[in-house]
Every structure is written in C-alpha cells, then in structure tokens.
T-cell receptor
Framework: GAVVSQHPSRVICKSGTSVKIECRSL??????MFWYRQFPKQSLMLMAT?????????EQGVEKDKFLINHASLTLSTLTVTSAHPEDSSFYIC??????????FGSGTRLTVV | GQQLNQSPQSMFIQEGEDVSMNCTSS?????WLWYKQEPGEGPVLLIA?????ELTSNGRLTAQFGITRKDSFLNISASIPSDVGIYFC????????????????FGKGTKLSVIP
C-alpha cells in the first residue's frame, strides 16, 4: 500500500534555530499533502495543505512565515519551523492524499525546543 | 468550522470485552473514517465508510455510517491488549461547507485501555 516516510522521528533544537521536517511518498505521487500538529492528549489540528508546484494553504491562526511549507516535487513536502521557540514543541504529522477520500499518514515528528 | 463530537473520551475495559465508541456532528459528512494512533506514531486507517447506512467490518472491528450522515460508530469485539491506543473518527464535510477540498476533520479521540 501507499507509504509515507516522515523524518526525523524526533528532534531537539535550541530556541531560535530552524528545523526542517520531511515527508516523502515512497511508492506513489502525492499532489496534495497535509501537515498537522498534535498536542499531548489532543486531536490532530490541520495546519496547512500543500499542493505540488503551488503555495500552501494555511489554516486560520497558523503563521505562514513561521511554518514554511515547500512541496517542490510529487514525492516530497517539507515543513520548516523557523526561529523555533519552546511553545512550538509538539508532534507534527504529515499526510498524503492517495485517492479521492483516501489518506496515508507519516509516523510523526516529535519536536522539542529547549 | 466543522466539529466532530467523539465519545467516550476514555475507556478502561477487561480483556475480552466488547467496546463501542461513536462520533456525532451537527452537520452532514460525506465520509467517515476511523483511525487508531499508538504513542509516538501517526494514525493508521482502520475502516473507511463512504455511504450513509454502510456497515463495514475489518476483523474484530465493525463501523457504521449513520443514515442521517451525522454520526458513526466503531465497535471492537473481544478486545485484546494490543487494541490499546487512541481511536479517532474523521470525516469529510460536503464540498460547499466552507472547508477546503478533501480536508479531514478529526474527533478528539477515544483513549482505550485494556486490562489483561
């Protein structure tokens, strides 16, 4: 089946630095990918929708300049958390659309900003 | 935006017992999906429902798409320790509802604990 590989699985960074999270579709082409954020014991909150070759669509309240999304190819979308702060610590999950209503999720990235 | 009310929030059950959880919405959904998430992992699809009234099974799991299109339930029969995790319902609202194309809306999850 369709597999999405997300890296890194865990990252610890210093406050003020930037972190890049990658999401790759391994055996299919993903024209649309979604980025979610999940706080402990909470549900997945959609941050943005990225479409290959065009600008990402951000949800209300998500800072575009803080969370940079690039979807330059049909198999790779990246999320860069710029100038990270402790409040950005969270679990970030990507998802790729594999069919009209079908999605597959990455395994998530635990970001800790110290 | 669209909201899904998922209940119960958490459950503690004995191994071998059956489990039931559900999701409701004040507005209609075009699809209902049930996912399981284990600690430190992304959600994994369990069952997908595409038509009102649809009843689908996947092993010990059974889910139904409510006839009103505003609810869905998931049943797990004869629970085992590896059923532990957080179960999320998710759905697609209709295209003209204001949500983005094919965006998923998630419930808040049901945390399942199974006592051996």
């Amino acid at each position: 089946g369709a597999v999405v590989s997300q890296h890194p699985s865990r990252v610890i960074c210093k406050s003020g630095t930037s972190v890049k999270i990658e999401c790759r579709s391994l055996d299919f082409q993903a024209t649309t990918m979604f980025w979610y954020r999940q706080f402990p014991k909470q549900s997945l909150m959609l941050m943005a929708t990225s479409n290959e070759g065009s600008k990402a669509t951000y949800e209300q309240g998500v800072e575009k300049d803080k969370f940079l999304i690039n979807h330059a190819s049909l198999t790779l979308s990246t999320l860069t958390v710029t100038s990270a702060h402790p409040e950005d610590s969270s679990f970030y999950i990507c998802s790729a659309r594999v069919s009209k209503y079908g999605y597959t999720f990455g395994s998530g990235t635990r970001l800790t900003v110290v | 935006g669209q909201q899904l009310n998922q209940s119960p929030q958490s459950m503690f059950i004995q191994e071998g017992e059956d489990v039931s959880m559900n999701c409701t919405s004040s507005s209609i959904f075009n699809t209902w999906l049930w996912y399981k998430q284990e600690p430190g992992e992304g959600p994994v699809l369990l069952i997908a429902l595409y038509k009102a009234g649809e009843l689908t099974s996947n092993g010990r799991l059974t889910a139904q798409f409510g006839i009103t299109r505003k609810d869905s339930f998931l049943n797990i029969s004869a629970s085992i320790p590896s059923d532990v995790g957080i179960y999320f319902c998710a759905g697609h609202p209709p295209p003209n509802s204001g949500a983005g194309s094919y965006q998923l809306t998630f419930g808040k999850g049901t945390k399942l604990s199974v006592i051996p």
